[in-house]
């Protein structure tokens, strides 16, 4: 009856959670079963992310384990409470079983102290905001639970109900406690209710805590995308068609998806994001984990109104913007997925930060002024500074062999995709013109399509104006395919993950490569010299959020810099836990506030290393490391990789 | 061919700027043209209009037309139009000028465009298109009289000294028109000349190394007399100057008719922002500054010591 009663409560609260869910917008397709059970074995019973902290990662994956190996003994329990002879079939009866539950649940007290070591000692900063009392609370039930497992073993054992009591020898060694007679019966029946009832409580507790990650996180991990992290999932807004219901991105909790919920009720407000996220290092309001909160929060409030609004009610509901969040905080993220990185239940921070953004800048025109100027030059121009498109070409000005595309050409082998930076900002057009001098050194007939070229629309899209960033793409996929475009080589890491990932969606399949990894193929197979002139000092690469974290692209670039015989050395945050320049998600076309400013923190990393140059791979990174370098007047260089390959290989001094 | 008219927006009971711009225009279409002013002064600044080339001015110094947004001036100036039958009224791409061109679109159903930099015929008007890279003429179809909102600061106006009839303009405006009132105005208070309008803008970059520099710009712009003193984000960024000095991408965007930049190396963040500017003139001591190729003079050199020698000089000149 307690059992019936603890299950009825346990659905009735969960259920409403379930039909919020349910209520949501569908997510994106589920591609991939393999890739997505592979995830369920590494990051879910693996803990594969959890790992990224060593301590924190081996206590939360012993209680978790714990956890999995004593899901049995609460069946066990169950049958004892009826009557303490009876127990499991096979497994109350097995030596090994006794063992590993005896090992497990010492080792939960293990993690319990470890992670109120943890809260309470270390007092990491990630932990700000998050409800402290709340996972006190779960603490000590966990620990409860176990403690009354492990005394209540001890206790059948003291009255020889135990068939392998040396398997067990933590409860073996407590039984010494109890002197087996009437004293222990009683004894053994209080802790077989009292663990039961606290394993029931904990069941009834689960779906209003945060605690219901225990259920969540499995099907979220399940649910997260399989395409790289930097591809968006598409609108595809059809003017022509529109119905009322359109809808231009979240601005309510009806526009959120299921995947999205589902984040918000995984979230355990573990706070690895928050220290990972760049806007927040740099004392901005933003931080993934309370923008995760704010949502459920208000989610959780507005609950009775979704469900109604899920039965075809006409309902009331708040704005998420700036209810659950303010304006500034959707404004201050850079995109860069350290946070999506860093969730150990695969929680996508940016693509719903994207999706507010969608919501304010296309249906209500809301968004930091300064970045109207890259809108409309988006819009106008076709690149974010509004420079004519004849001067696409003008980097190419003194040298040989760049062939424009004209339309009717023969298809080119391999398409050089400029960019808009690689075109028009000076910096990155010294980059662009060491590359074209690098491919034609190899042999490779570079083939660019100038004036024909748009902006891909990354930085619109990033931004939330999907409209504007659809008709680009549309546009340049018209273009490139008529150009019978197969492979691209891109130099800009923003382009590169728009081409390669994106692009598929609107028509355009192609095999698109960073210059990095081209111009590392071409050292390895021999067509771009050796060194004629060694480079001297030592480079720091810093990894491009597009290229590495959401591309995996590492080792091309280190590959290359190496070649040149430079001294190499690695920031204290580098590859994956690569920190951003400041420029993705638009913030290069915006001020940024707050304490510090996030290229000045990265340059000041990059500058702590000693390196004499801080090599880049994308020109955003270039222009906001090199800012930074200008302004506290230092004398680290910043240049592309390609330029200091040009260097090295073609022994002259940068164009 | 009929009359050419320009809308003379009055502000705060003087003859907004754009107007003289509109009426030298106006003139070169070849036709009788005429000027409506429509609020309190509007009948002194008859004179002023008539130097520049109106030969009547429809006139009301009615406080219905400063008390009300739009609606009465569309009223108004539909009545005349529907009386005279003229074949263009030019109206000035302020807020005013927009309002009342767009409202009065609706109500003739005649053609308007918009964004126009020039007129050169009553059915013919100038514009740019691709962000200022390409201009062209565009015909103006349908029904008389066109509609033409033209870009402040377009032309340059030129006077012709000769006087207007008044004529006065009734101010029975029905209760419908009177929709939306005007219960304030703001004023921005600033020092100075507004960036966007000053004819001259002197702006510092990361090279003069520190706020105090600045004074040395002040006393420049105040030397050439209203300019107007801008930054580029660099010197933003490093708390030089506020945000509101800022030129470029992610601040103003200028056109003056001459521009000097002061230690600024000319990244495209903010050559954007002042790519408009009639004649730039740079002054930065590394010759390679991607600001040097793009100016009309550029000088190789210190800043320190050129913008103090090119204020006295312009004082002595100016004094003498």
Request: charge should be negative.
């Given at each position: 009856m307690v059992l019936a009663a603890a299950v009825a409560l346990f659905v009735a609260r969960g259920r409403p959670r379930l039909d919020i869910v349910r209520a949501a917008r569908p997510a994106g397709p589920l591609d991939h079963p393999g890739a997505r059970a592979r995830r369920e074995l590494?990051?879910?019973?693996?803990?594969r992310k959890l790992f990224q902290k060593a301590i924190p990662g081996a206590m939360h994956a012993t209680i978790f384990w714990g956890f999995l190996i004593l899901l049995p003994t609460i069946a066990e329990a169950m049958l004892a409470v009826i009557?303490?002879?009876?127990?499991?079939?096979y497994l109350g009866h097995a030596a090994w079983f006794a063992f590993l539950q005896d090992l497990f649940a010492t080792l939960v007290i293990v993690g319990v102290g470890v992670a109120f070591f943890i809260r309470?000692?270390?007092?990491?900063?990630?932990?700000?905001?998050?409800h402290m009392q709340e996972a006190d609370r779960i603490l000590l039930t966990i620990l409860g639970i176990v403690t009354t497992l492990l005394l209540w073993n001890a206790s059948r054992i003291a009255l020889g109900y135990?068939?392998?009591?040396?398997?067990a020898p933590v409860a073996n060694a407590l039984s010494?406690?109890?002197?087996?007679g009437r004293s222990t019966e009683v004894a053994e029946r209080i802790l077989v209710w009292a663990h039961l009832l606290l394993v029931l409580g904990f069941l009834t507790y689960l779906?209003?805590?945060?605690?219901?990650h225990i259920i969540t996180a499995a099907p979220n991990v399940y649910l997260a995308?399989?395409?790289?992290?930097g591809y968006l999932e598409p609108l595809r807004i059809d003017l022509e068609g529109t119905?009322?219901?359109?809808?231009?991105?979240?601005?309510?909790?009806?526009?959120?998806?299921r995947k999205q919920v589902l984040d918000l009720y995984s979230c355990?407000?573990?706070g690895r994001c928050q220290e990972v996220c760049p806007a927040w290092a740099t004392?901005?309001?933003?931080s993934p984990k309370l923008l995760i909160m704010g949502l459920r929060d208000q989610v959780v409030a507005e609950a009775p109104a979704l469900l109604s609004a899920a039965s075809g009610g006409i309902v009331e509901l708040q704005p998420l913007?700036?209810?659950?969040?303010t304006d500034e905080v959707v404004w201050d993220?850079?995109?860069?997925g350290a946070c999506v990185r860093e969730c150990p239940v695969d929680i996508e921070h940016v693509d719903t930060i994207v999706d507010l953004r969608r919501n304010l800048v296309?249906?209500?025109?809301?968004?930091?002024?300064?970045?109207g100027t890259m809108l409309r030059g988006v819009e106008n121009s076709e690149n974010p500074w509004g420079q004519?498109?004849?001067?696409?070409?003008?980097?190419?000005?003194?040298?040989?062999?760049i062939h424009v595309l004209e339309p009717g050409d023969p298809p080119p082998e391999?398409?050089?995709?400029?960019g808009c930076a690689g075109a028009f900002d000076e910096r990155a057009k010294a980059t662009t013109r060491s590359i074209a001098r690098l491919l034609t050194a190899a042999g490779i007939d570079v083939a660019i399509l100038g004036p024909r070229e748009r902006c891909t629309g990354d930085p619109a899209r990033r931004m939330g104006h999907e409209y504007l960033f659809q008709t680009l793409a549309e546009q340049n996929v018209e273009t490139l395919n008529g150009a019978g475009v197969t492979k691209i080589v891109a130099s800009c890491a923003h382009c590169f993950n728009t081409l390669a990932n994106e692009y598929p969606d609107y028509g355009g399949a192609y095999e698109v490569v960073h210059h990095t990894e081209l111009l590392a193929g071409l050292i390895r197979d021999g067509r771009l010299g050796a060194a004629a002139a060694a480079a001297s000092g030592t480079v720091t690469y810093h990894d491009a959020c597009y290229l590495g974290?959401?591309?995996?692209?590492?080792?091309a670039p280190r590959d290359v810099l190496r070649s040149t015989g430079a001294g190499t050395v690695e920031m204290p945050?580098?590859?994956?836990?690569s920190f951003c320049c400041g420029a993705g998600g638009a913030r290069m076309w915006m001020e940024e506030g707050g304490d510090a400013r996030i290229n000045d923190t990265r340059f000041a990393e990059a500058e702590g290393t000693g390196a004499d140059t801080v090599a880049v791979a994308c020109p955003y990174c270039f222009v906001m490391l090199d800012d930074a370098a200008k302004a506290k007047g230092s004398e680290v260089r910043v240049a592309d990789v390609a330029t200091l390959l040009a260097e090295s290989v073609l022994a002259e001094p940068a164009p | 061919m009929g009359a050419a008219w320009v809308y003379a927006e009055m502000v705060g009971g003087h003859v907004h700027e754009s107007a003289a711009e509109l009426l030298t225009i106006a003139r070169s279409l070849g036709a009788e043209v005429a000027a409506i002013a429509l609020g309190p002064g509007a009948t002194d600044a008859a004179a002023e209009l008539g130097a520049h080339g109106a030969a009547t001015v429809y006139a009301s110094d009615d406080e219905v037309f400063s008390g009300f947004a739009g609606g009465p001036q569309t009223f108004a100036v539909a009545g005349l139009i529907e009386e005279h039958r003229p074949s263009i009224v030019l109206f000035p791409g302020t807020y005013e000028g927009r309002d009342v061109a767009g409202r009065l679109q609706a109500r003739t159903g005649s053609t308007l465009m918009a964004?126009?930099?020039?007129?050169?015929g009553t059915d013919r008007a100038r514009t740019e298109i691709f962000g200022g890279m390409k201009v062209v003429d565009v015909q103006l179809a349908g029904p008389e009289p066109h509609l033409v909102l033209v870009r402040p600061r377009s032309v340059t106006p030129a006077r012709t000294d000769g006087t207007a009839q008044v004529v006065a303009v009734p101010a029975?405006?029905?209760?419908?028109?009177?929709?939306?009132?005007?219960l304030e105005r703001h004023e921005e208070v600033?020092?100075?000349?507004k960036l966007e309008e000053a004819k001259v803008v002197v702006s510092g970059g990361r090279?003069?190394?520190?706020?105090?520099?600045f004074a040395m710009l002040d006393a420049l712009a105040e030397a050439i007399g209203g300019a107007a003193v801008g930054a580029s984000r660099a010197a933003v960024d490093a708390g030089w100057?506020?945000?509101?000095?800022q030129i470029g991408q992610t601040g103003k965007t200028v056109k003056p008719e001459v521009y000097i930049a002061a230690?600024?190396?000319?990244?495209l963040q903010h050559i954007v922002g002042m790519k408009g500017a009639k004649r730039i003139v740079a002054i930065n001591k590394?010759?390679?500054?991607?600001?040097l190729k793009m100016a009309d003079l550029g000088v190789v050199g210190d800043v320190f010591q050129v913008i103090p020698a090119l204020t006295e000089e312009i004082r002595r000149r100016t004094s003498s």
């Open positions: 590494v990051q879910v019973l693996g803990q009557d303490p002879a009876w127990t499991l079939p309470k000692v270390q007092r990491p900063d990630r932990f700000r905001g998050s135990a068939d392998h009591p040396d398997a010494s406690l109890f002197s087996g779906p209003r805590s945060k605690h219901l995308k399989t395409a790289p992290s119905e009322e219901d359109t809808r231009f991105g979240a601005a309510v909790a009806t526009d959120l998806t355990t407000e573990c004392g901005k309001p933003l913007v700036p209810n659950a969040v993220c850079v995109t860069c296309m249906a209500e025109s809301r968004f930091p002024p300064e970045a004519p498109a004849s001067a696409r070409t003008e980097w190419t000005q003194g040298l040989d062999g391999v398409l050089f995709w400029v974290r959401h591309n995996g692209r590492y080792d945050r580098n590859r994956e836990r | 964004n126009a930099i020039d007129v050169v029975e405006i029905p209760e419908a028109e009177r929709g939306a009132r005007l600033a020092s100075g000349p090279g003069l190394g520190g706020p105090e520099a100057v506020p945000y509101s000095y230690g600024i190396s000319g990244a590394d010759a390679d500054a991607p600001i």
